[in-house]
């Protein structure tokens, strides 16, 4: 009778724990979908109980390949409606600082005006205003000025539109493109 080897016994006790790790990484990731719980590679492995460094060995990447496109998908729970993506997130967030900087450029626009109208009330109070025909010339020019400003936000929200549009648009390409290549 011949003991095995404690090499070769080590090694096959390390394949078993990799192995159970690797089921415990896969049922985390299961209840995770089915629950519509964050799936992060932290919170995953926290809930296999599994160091995040598992994901990223060579042997494993099919599992952070794995959690990656579940973490792309949107939370599936019939409870709550359907979730909020990232990426989603991210648009929005984009669109708020675009709208913020859109504004910001409108309040500019109007302390102009007013600095301006108070300027223009102030010159004829005191008696010191040009005469009416460069008076109406000045008050053509803020007028084409205010409609210059009014169809470059039209502009700029068309061109949001537009962006966002395109985004979408690729967004949805991409989803056809993976579930393509899921189902292929």
């Not at 084409?144 to 690729?170: F, I, P, S, V, Y």
Request: hydrophobic residues 35%; charged residues 30%.
């Amino acid at each position: 009778m011949t003991s095995p080897n404690p090499a070769t016994h080590l090694a096959e006790g390390r394949r078993a724990d990799t192995a159970r790790r690797r089921q415990r990484v896969l049922k985390a990731l299961h209840d995770a979908r089915a629950a519509g719980a964050e799936i992060s590679v932290s919170a995953i492995a926290r809930a296999a109980g599994v160091d995040r460094s598992f994901f990223y060995r060579s042997q494993h990447r099919d599992l952070l390949t794995q959690l990656h496109a579940a973490e792309a998908e949107p939370p599936h729970s019939p409870e709550t409606g359907p979730g909020v993506s990232r990426s989603s997130l991210k648009a929005d967030l984009a669109n708020s600082q675009e709208r913020c900087t859109r504004l910001a450029t409108r309040v500019q626009q109007l302390e102009k005006r007013l600095s301006l109208a108070l300027g223009e009330q102030t010159w004829r109070e005191t008696g010191l205003g040009a005469p009416d025909d460069v008076e109406e010339l000045k008050q053509r020019i803020i007028l084409l000025e205010q409609e210059r400003a009014t169809l470059h936000l039209q502009l700029d929200e068309r061109t949001q539109d537009l962006e966002a549009a395109r985004a979408a648009n690729r967004e949805l390409m991409a989803q056809l493109n993976r579930s393509g290549a899921n189902s292929g």
